[in-house]
């Protein structure tokens, strides 16, 4: 079965860095768009980051642009997510997402239309 597993969350202070990683397993990786979408207490889940398995340049909240950086590793199967300059705002549960998507079509910004989930990873930005 399909199995995506996050790792690295955490506590971290204001301005400081966490790289969060997602790795997949019993999915062809490579036929999948991955995403990060996080969800705070209290709050809509929302689209954080997203990359198509052609490549190309990714797609980032506006929140979080510039700061954040998602990558992709297909021989490894996981995806990352560098988290940089991080503020109290970004506190939340972290989930990775698998979208099936083909060449032509781009990366999806609405969790409904990922496939599988991760269990998520807290990460909290202390002030």
């Known amino acids: 079965q399909v199995q995506l597993v996050e790792s690295g969350g955490g506590l971290v202070q204001a301005g400081g860095s966490l790289r969060l990683s997602c790795a997949a397993s019993?999915?062809?990786?490579?036929?999948?768009?991955m995403g990060w979408f996080r969800q705070a207490p209290g709050k809509e889940r929302e689209f954080v980051a997203g990359?198509?398995?052609?490549?190309?340049?990714?797609d980032y909240a506006a929140s979080v642009k510039g700061r954040f950086t998602i990558s992709r590793n297909n021989a490894k199967t996981t995806v990352y997510l560098q988290m940089n300059s991080l503020k109290p705002e970004d506190t939340a549960v972290y989930s990775c997402?698998?979208?099936?998507?083909?060449?032509?079509?781009?990366?999806?910004?609405?969790?409904?239309?990922?496939?599988?989930w991760g269990q998520g990873t807290q990460v909290t930005v202390s002030s």
């Open positions: 997402a698998a979208d099936r998507v083909y060449i032509w079509e781009p990366v999806r910004t609405q969790g409904h239309e990922y496939d599988y």
């Open positions: 019993g999915l062809t990786f490579s036929d999948y768009a």
């Open positions: 990359i198509h398995w052609i490549g190309g340049a990714p």
